[in-house]
């Protein structure tokens, strides 16, 4: 298991062989003769243009298939944060390519998940000195809006001698392929003339075959020990409306054709994917040669290079188990905050700073690891200490009740304003953190909340027969001599401190009341704050004004580190404790949160309103984001 590298701050960056890469090729000028005439297109076009301002492009190019997970996070990261460090260009684009499976929900999910990770692809172009127009759409790119060029080029292959129609049987083409020990067979149909490919090919395009009866493949070698490189399929037949081209085209180019030729239509210099696709370069490099053969295009061809997935613990990132999971209600949605999807993570309640944090800590290598799902939880908690205000919530709550309240302030129903810092940090900086008798001058961001004869109390903070070591509540014991010892003596935080005398049952035996007395004169803040010693301070919510709210208890959503490895059943792994829904109290101010604002609970951790059905005031909803420390497993 890796650990994660030093933090990088903005004006130190730690290398890594893609940042040796780039910096190599900007100092040879590998890429200085390129031109750009303001949006993608081939050879010809380009050249009408002028140098172009970016000094490198790279690409983020989801297919619309699915919602992005975190490894997608992790891409996003590394193609637009290169591009920005290297004064360069990251285009968006979606790989259109298979219409069966895309959808425009999926396309917005994308364009929505790139823009809340800091990322606009038109601000990057306008931000090396050039309009938008000029240098980066404003609008995303599209494979499919180069369709007609890629035909164009299958056109090209054909009749150059590097492409045929193959229609032998699907069954067949498999066998034929061979596998890692056994060469492929040449297809029947490998013979074929130019004239009599181009007319099949023709005939593809126009609808005269069926689906599955004939594929364009590449001419390359059936003998090549590179299953990759034996004549792949680069066009089939598919009947299906395509949700940008409608049904424009019954025939569309395969993935592996299309990603490069969209590449250097849009002048990248640098195609950055994860490690599964090494295997495919070698077919990448072969279809730049030839299609500069062609003329369509200009050398320098664009380049690959790969690097690690990401692998965390406890997670899975496969769009196929993530659909079966929403689709068998596992969870309750891509959005669900148990889930790896970015819209997951963003409703769970993570930062943008914080998963570009982790994607910059866990740095860029050439071979697979395992990220522990704590460096993620980690970089968190480093983003929101300092930004997340504190607020006291009682998650398992029981009444605490000051028996001499009345005595104390002359009436049941006298209430009192306690005040505590949003930022404790801050608070210490303006020496306002109440530990020398004085609290100061309130200022915006002081929380405000009131004590009363009623209080909420969290029911692990009273044991009536405490455990050794215990320190919080309980009440008076008779010693063995027969003398009493006074109950536990503690502070209700920001408040006073009190004295444990006792507790009430119901007739099951069960705790519903905890007894205590005040001690006037001790409250935070003031000079007799100091006077009598407590043992603990505990958090509380004033039966006064605070606010029951449904809290979300979200934990991992499974229980084993690697959930599908060696082919187990990722379903056998789910964690039953992934959520725990709980009714709580919580202070004013917590009532008061706009949705996604995020919170530290005092002692318990962060927490954020939940995006989709916190209602400020009206129906509070929050949901635990992680603890204060790592203590899963322990």
Same mark, same amino acid.
């Given at each position: 298991m890796t650990s994660p590298t030093p933090d990088n701050s903005a004006d130190h960056k730690v290398s890594n062989f893609l940042r040796q890469i780039i910096d190599k090729d900007i100092e040879q000028g590998t890429y200085a003769s390129r031109r750009w005439a303001g949006s993608p297109g081939d050879?010809?076009?380009?050249?009408? $243009?002028? %140098?172009? %301002?970016?000094?490198?492009?790279? *690409?983020?190019?989801?297919?619309?298939?699915?919602?992005? !997970? @975190?490894? !997608?996070?992790?891409?996003?990261?590394? /193609?637009?944060?290169?591009?920005?460090?290297?004064?360069? @260009?990251? !285009?968006? *684009?979606?790989?259109?390519? /298979?219409p069966e499976k895309e959808d425009t929900e999926y396309v917005n999910s994308i364009i929505d998940a790139v823009k809340w990770l800091g990322f606009d692809w038109a601000q990057m172009g306008q931000a090396q000195g050039a309009a938008a127009s000029e240098d980066c759409s404003a609008a995303p790119y599209q494979a499919s809006d180069y369709f007609d060029f890629m035909y164009r080029?299958?056109?090209?292959?054909?009749?150059? $001698?590097?492409?045929? @129609?193959?229609?032998?049987?699907?069954?067949?083409?498999?066998? /034929?392929? $061979?596998?890692?020990?056994? %060469?492929?067979?040449?297809? %029947?149909?490998r013979t074929r003339t130019v004239e009599q490919n181009l007319t099949r090919f023709r005939e593809m395009r126009d609808g005269k075959l069926a689906d599955g009866a004939a594929v364009l493949r590449a001419k390359i070698s059936m003998q090549s020990p590179n299953i990759n490189l034996r004549d792949p399929a680069i066009y089939r037949i598919r009947r299906a409306t395509h949700h940008h081209t409608g049904d424009t085209w019954c025939i569309y180019p395969m993935y592996t054709y299309a990603h490069p030729i969209e590449d250097a239509l849009e002048q990248i210099t640098h195609s950055l994917c994860t490690l599964e696709f090494e295997d495919q370069r070698p077919f990448y490099d072969w279809l730049m040669e030839r299609l500069c053969e062609c003329q369509l295009l200009a050398a320098p061809s664009p380049k690959q290079y790969e690097f690690a997935r990401l692998n965390l613990t406890y997670v899975i990132t496969s769009k196929r188990k993530l659909a079966q999971l929403v689709n068998e209600g596992k969870v309750s949605g891509w959005d669900d905050p148990r889930m790896p999807t970015i819209v997951g993570l963003r409703r769970r309640g993570y930062t943008p700073t914080s998963l570009r944090l982790f994607a910059d800590r866990i740095g860029v290598t050439k071979s697979d690891s395992w990220i522990d799902y704590s460096t993620l939880e980690g970089c968190l908690r480093e983003d929101l200490e300092n930004k997340a205000h504190r607020g006291m919530a009682v998650l398992d709550p029981v009444k605490l009740v000051l028996t001499n309240w009345a005595e104390a302030f002359g009436s049941d129903a006298y209430t009192e304003d306690c005040t505590q810092p949003a930022l404790p940090h801050s608070a210490i900086a303006e020496g306002k953190d109440g530990k020398d008798g004085t609290e100061g001058a309130m200022t915006p961001s002081d929380r405000v909340f009131k004590i009363g004869k009623e209080v909420w109390i969290e029911r692990e903070d009273f044991e009536e027969v405490p455990p050794k070591g215990y320190k919080r509540l309980s009440p008076p014991k008779v010693n063995p001599d027969g003398s009493t010892s006074p109950g536990a003596v503690v502070r209700l935080k920001g408040g006073y401190v009190i004295e444990c005398t006792g507790c009430a049952r119901d007739a099951a035996g069960h705790v519903t009341e905890v007894h205590a007395k005040v001690i006037p004169g001790t409250k935070s803040g003031t000079p007799g704050a100091d006077s009598v010693k407590a043992k603990a301070a505990i958090t509380w919510v004033g039966v006064a004004d605070g606010v029951q709210a449904e809290v979300r208890l979200y934990d991992r959503l499974f229980a084993d580190a690697h959930p599908d490895a060696g082919g187990k059943d990722f379903l056998q792994s789910l964690n039953p404790n992934s959520l725990k829904v709980v009714t709580a109290y919580v202070e004013p101010s917590l009532a008061q949160a706009q949705p996604d604002q995020k919170f530290q609970f005092e002692r318990f951790g962060y927490f954020v309103a939940d995006r989709a059905d916190h209602v400020a005031g009206a129906k509070p909803v929050f949901n635990r984001v992680t603890g204060l420390k790592d203590s899963w497993g322990k």
């Open positions: 050879a010809a076009h380009h050249a009408a $243009g002028q %140098p172009d %301002p970016a000094k490198i492009r790279t *690409r983020f190019p989801p297919e619309p298939n699915g919602y992005l !997970h @975190v490894g !997608h996070a992790k891409s996003i990261c590394i /193609n637009f944060g290169l591009a920005q460090e290297y004064g360069g @260009v990251c !285009h968006l *684009r979606f790989d259109d390519t /298979n080029a299958a056109e090209a292959l054909i009749q150059a $001698g590097h492409a045929y @129609v193959d229609e032998q049987s699907a069954e067949d083409m498999r066998a /034929n392929r $061979g596998d890692f020990g056994k %060469p492929g067979v040449d297809s %029947p149909f």
